[in-house]
């Protein structure tokens, strides 16, 4: 079995569409994979539909899910939901209310790079995003095209695009804490996306994942690109502590990123202890 609970399709700030995502999968030898977005679930029927047209004899489990945006204290972390009831009110709000967000803020950062000297422009990223959640990640693409940097990933520094950098402005982020419940709450699994990942910016301290375990997390993304493994064995030991689940993934972004899918990959017995732990949806195929 090969599990990739962590990819993302232009629904937010992947490049491929949710079918293509799904046919990505298949093309990887994947049995699983999660599609989490960031703060949407607006790819979830067109991925669900695309794994009911696979021929018969494919097995592609599809896990939807979502990484929402989070902030404890004044450290940006983000947190995986899987599984929960998309039509639960609270937790609905809640993205809503980030996604909203993500647009005052995309045309801050645009303005920002613009007086920084950038040529680019709000329909621009709009173009870049189409339907999706608009993030940092279209900004940088837009920086590419205009010839300011290289590569996206050259866009996230302190130049530019990084946390604290000279361009990049806060959204609207949910405590961690809540977002635990709300996931929760709405009947899903939460777990704490690369909280480990010190070349984004800072991260957030043991004594916070034992508060987010205590309000009802499941599982620590241990195996991903941007955890060295040093890192990896720290974590390794404080979810047995905390008596959490570890998951590994590719969070796959398509071309924007150079991961491939089932790069990391999670232990199937983890896969199921996370699925019986939620009520709010169930996957979708296999
Ligand atoms: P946003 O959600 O708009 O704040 O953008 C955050 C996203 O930018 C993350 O989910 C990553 O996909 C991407 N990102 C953050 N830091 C980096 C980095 N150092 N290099 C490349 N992509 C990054
Ligand atoms: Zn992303
Ligand atoms: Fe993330
Ligand atoms: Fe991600």
Redesign the pocket.
Known sequence: MRIDLHAHSNAS?GTDTPAELVAAAVGAGLDVVALTD?DTVAGHTEAADAVHALPAGSRLTLVPGA?L?CVAGDI?M?LLAYLFDPAEPAFAAERELVRTD?FRRGRAIVERCRELGADISWDQVRRIAGEGSV???HI?SALVEAGVVAS??DA?TADWL?NGGRADVR?HETDPVTAVRLVREAGGVPVFAHPGAV??GRTVSDQVIADLAAAGLAALEVDHIDHDEPTRAHLRGLAAELGLLTTGSSDY?GSR?TVRLGEHTTDPQVYEALVEQATGAKPIGG
Do not use: L
């Open positions: 700030d960031h990484e945006s940006s983000h993500r993030g940092r990640p940088a996206v990933s996230f990084a959204k070349k984004r972004h990123k």
